[in-house]
């Protein structure tokens, strides 16, 4: 199986930061890596797919780059309903696999 | 409306078995795979495996064959998956997905989740 490694495990940042979590791959995924958004007690929430594509209705502030190993999330200009837990997740080769996760808390 | 309603929660004890549905309205039920992925408590999210409601056709992770089976009934748009000889370690939110077809694939839509509470 191929292993998702987020980091960091948490952040804490204040409203209006520039805030990028990271997500490495075991192994090469090309761009088949998906961002999620949880927040406590409701069902995940897609963001980015394809490693860059915005999700329709996603702000424009979150955005995805990379491509074979390495990914990153960024958030730019957070605002209070961002603040929650993000899962990156590989759909190259089953079984799909997700990072542990990166709670993003307020400073 | 585009949805995934799931059932509610459970309390089990070890070595019985769940069920839990996941009823889909909005789109052409038979048209997209549904995946189903848990959440222990404080944990991250765990596959589980896929089905294809057009010919009910099944994946599962190797971690749970023998012990889950996942069905659809087409003719009320919802499908279920049966967890049995449950242990304790098999707490968890359990949350429906469906899969976007196409090479680049992934979930678009989420149920709210069933927790299901193992415990003797």
């Known amino acids: 199986d191929i292993q998702m490694t987020q980091s960091p495990s948490s952040l804490s940042a204040s409203v209006g930061d520039r805030v990028t979590i990271t997500c490495r791959a075991s192994?090469?995924?090309?761009?088949?890596l998906n961002w999620y958004q949880q927040k406590p007690g409701e069902a995940p929430n897609l963001l980015i797919y394809?490693?860059?594509s915005l999700q329709s209705g996603v702000p424009l502030r979150f955005s995805g780059s990379g491509s074979g190993t390495d990914f990153t999330l960024t958030i730019s200009g957070l605002q209070p309903e961002d603040f929650a837990t993000y899962f990156c997740?590989?759909?190259?080769?089953?079984?799909?696999?997700f990072g542990q996760g990166t709670r993003l808390e307020i400073k | 409306q585009v949805q995934l309603v799931q059932s509610g929660a459970e309390v089990k004890k070890p070595g019985a078995s769940v069920r839990i549905s996941c009823k889909a309205s909005?789109?052409?039920?038979?048209?997209?795979?549904m995946h189903w992925v848990r959440q222990a408590p404080g944990q991250g999210l765990e596959w589980m495996g896929w089905?294809?409601?057009?010919?009910?056709?099944?994946n599962y992770a190797q971690k749970f064959q023998g012990r889950i089976t996942m069905t659809t009934d087409t003719s009320i748009t919802t499908a279920y998956m049966e967890v049995s000889s449950l242990r304790s370690d098999d707490t968890a939110v359990y949350y429906c997905?469906?899969?976007?077809?196409?090479?680049?694939?992934?979930?678009?839509?989420w149920g709210r989740g069933t927790l299901v509470n193992v415990f003797s």
């Open positions: 997740q590989q759909s190259y080769i089953t079984p799909p696999t």
């Open positions: 192994q090469t995924i090309s761009s088949y």
């Open positions: 394809a490693a860059s």
């Open positions: 909005g789109y052409t039920f038979s048209d997209y795979y």
């Open positions: 089905i294809n409601p057009n010919s009910g056709g099944t």
């Open positions: 997905a469906k899969q976007i077809t196409g090479g680049l694939w992934y979930f678009d839509l």
